[in-house]
């Protein structure tokens, strides 16, 4: 079945530790995008990707690092300077082609716990 | 720089009964428009999209939504709510690779 793995489900980190979240896709998708999701804030975007090797900032993307090796794998790394790292974490990806018409399509999501 | 307003943080709805969920945005040129479902704990699955032609969009699940380009709306409507249509529903707008969401609304259903 074709779709969009994160691991793990649920993350726990000590203040002051860097953390990374999985994501991978087997669709074929050219773009992969992270999002963060708070109660009542709807989704903000992190980083996002169009092509492998490329990657451009959304818009809070401060405290977080992103890599694109490989047109199927995404990981996001939550660094010791986010301020608020305790959130639920998505990813998600579309074909890219034709621009922003294309649906994403979402993975289960990270939900990450800084103790 | 575009944005979606959803006026309705939280709609109860009884089992049978109508539903419609408001959604309005700001963005310069016609929008993509999106309604995305997400059930606790879960990601988002697509109920339908809007980005040129008939006004009235159909989705999955029973879905539809129109978009009024003089009020600046794409609501979303189920004539029958079932108690399995219980979630969070975000409406989202498109630009340039990127999608901006709304706040949510959560719907409960009673029996």
């Known amino acids: 079945d074709g779709g969009i793995t994160q691991s793990p489900k649920y993350l726990f980190r000590k203040e002051g530790q860097n953390v990374t979240l999985s994501c991978e896709q087997n669709l074929n998708h050219d773009a992969m995008y992270w999002y963060r999701q708070d109660p009542g804030q709807g989704l903000r975007l992190i980083y996002y990707s169009q092509i492998v090797n490329d990657f451009q900032k959304g818009d809070i993307a401060e405290g977080y690092s992103v890599s694109r090796e490989k047109k199927e794998s995404f990981p996001l790394t939550v660094t010791s300077a986010q301020k608020n790292p305790t959130a639920f974490y998505l990813c998600?990806?579309?074909?890219?082609?034709?621009?922003?018409?294309?649906?994403?399509?979402f993975g289960p999501g990270t939900r990450l716990t800084v103790l | 720089a575009q944005s979606v307003t959803q006026p309705d943080i939280h709609i109860t709805v009884s089992e049978g009964a109508s539903l419609e969920l408001r959604c309005n945005y700001s963005y310069g040129a016609t929008p993509y428009l999106f309604w995305y479902v997400q059930s606790p704990g879960q990601g988002l699955q697509l109920l339908l999209k809007y980005f040129s032609g008939d006004t009235l969009v159909q989705g999955i699940k029973g879905f539809e939504a129109e978009f009024k380009r003089s009020q600046s709306s794409f609501n979303l409507r189920k004539p029958s709510v079932h108690w399995s249509d219980a979630a969070e529903y975000f409406c989202a707008v498109g630009n340039d690779y990127k999608l901006s969401f709304g706040a949510g609304t959560t719907v409960t259903v009673r029996a």
């Open positions: 998600a990806s579309s074909s890219g082609a034709g621009g922003s018409y294309n649906e994403q399509f």
